[in-house]
């Protein structure tokens, strides 16, 4: 079972709609997530955290944690075509005790103007 | 300031050559990290680093080597290169351990592919 797990994708969306994005978990050990931007060809850049259970906002953007479910998304309102990427779920270490995140293998948003 | 600065951008290998990927932060963090994406897929981790002289392995070091001789720099060697070990290679880094912020500082990506 992988960790970090998330749809692939791709998912789309038509420009000015809500896009969601999930992410579950299998080590309950994990305390705090985070979702990650990537473009095509371009290195990853954070855009969001949470650490607690509820509901996190930032601008367009919302995260969601559930610890109980061990389950983390993303919600993007009003979606701009800009919003089209791999959005990658990570997590901190648990019970492996490695000193470093693990990432889901991304969903792929696409926003058609 | 650079951040996190990574050579090459891309090469290519031969089956069986050797090469060193070279990272650089000028950011004094302490923590560092190598990760591979395959196509398609999310980042898996090579190794890492909590601080000079001291390196672990991550989810996937076979084949790989690394050194951190200094804060700034955190080489990843590949040794008797594969077809398998074709992909991208971000190195980061990061100010808190992965408990804290979680806040990792990417570079650019090196594109390593070996025939």
């Known amino acids: 079972q992988k960790e970090v797990e998330q749809n692939s994708g791709p998912l789309s969306v038509p420009e000015g709609a809500i896009a969601s994005l999930n992410c579950t978990y299998s080590?309950?050990?994990?305390?705090?997530f985070f979702w990650y931007r990537q473009y095509s060809g371009k290195s990853p850049e954070l855009i969001m955290s949470?650490?607690?259970?509820g509901d996190k906002e930032d601008g367009r953007f919302t995260a969601q944690l559930n610890k109980a479910s061990q389950y983390v998304s993303l919600l993007i309102r009003d979606s701009q075509p800009s919003d089209s990427a791999t959005y990658l779920c990570?997590?901190?270490?648990?019970?492996?005790?490695?000193?470093?995140?693990?990432f889901g293998s991304g969903t792929r948003l696409q926003v058609q103007p | 300031n650079a951040g996190v600065t990574q050579t090459p951008k891309f090469r290519i290998l031969k089956i069986g050559q050797s090469m060193t990927l070279q990272c650089t932060q000028d950011?004094?963090?302490?923590?560092m990290y190598w990760y591979r994406q395959d196509p398609g897929m999310g980042l898996k981790l090579i190794y890492y680093?909590?601080?000079?002289?001291?390196?672990d392995k991550g989810e996937v070091p076979n084949g790989y080597n690394v050194s951190r001789s200094t804060t700034e720099d955190f080489p990843l060697r590949l040794e008797l290169a594969a077809p398998s070990q074709t992909s991208v290679y971000f190195c980061?880094?990061?100010?808190?351990?992965?408990?804290?912020?979680?806040?990792?500082?990417f570079g650019e990506g090196s594109r390593l592919t070996v025939l």
């Open positions: 949470i650490y607690s259970n």
């Open positions: 990570a997590g901190t270490p648990g019970i492996t005790g490695r000193r470093a995140l693990t």
């Open positions: 980061a880094s990061s100010y808190h351990p992965s408990g804290g912020t979680g806040e990792l500082f």
């Open positions: 950011m004094n963090h302490n923590y």
């Open positions: 080590d309950r050990g994990s305390q705090s």
């Open positions: 680093s909590v601080g000079a002289g001291i390196t």
